[in-house]
């Protein structure tokens, strides 16, 4: 798993992203908003159950389950960076407002 981590690590690093990891949990934290997702969810399933928050309010109150998906770490990281040009930069073009998204038929995100 540390290579995974390190490997995270280096893609996060290309768009200026933290990557912390304390008590089996990932966080990564953008310009404007944090993520994380916990270790032994992706090992026992190969799942990652992403958790989206913003940078205001309580942190019981401002995360919510974004998805649960098999992805990669370069993929992961891909998704969170369009969904912050979607949302800071008005480029909608690369990402949509969906609660699930499809993998299935993207090529940006397809399955691993």
């Known amino acids: 798993m540390n290579q995974e981590i390190t490997k995270l690590e280096k893609l996060c690093n290309k768009y200026g992203y933290q990557v912390s990891v304390r008590f089996d949990t990932v966080y990564i934290r953008t310009l404007c908003e ?3 997702f916990e270790l032994p969810t992706l090992e026992e399933t190969g799942m990652v159950k992403l958790y ?13 389950k974004q998805f649960t998906r098999k992805i ?11 969904h912050e040009l979607a949302k800071y930069m008005g480029c909608t073009s690369v990402f949509t407002y969906i609660h699930k998204p499809k993998f299935k038929n993207s090529r940006r995100y397809a399955r691993a």
């Open 34 to 36: 944090s993520w994380y």
């Open 52 to 64: 989206h928050g913003n940078s205001f309010g309580n942190v019981s109150e401002r995360y919510h």
């Open 72 to 82: 990669t770490m370069a993929q992961l990281v891909t998704y969170i960076h369009d």
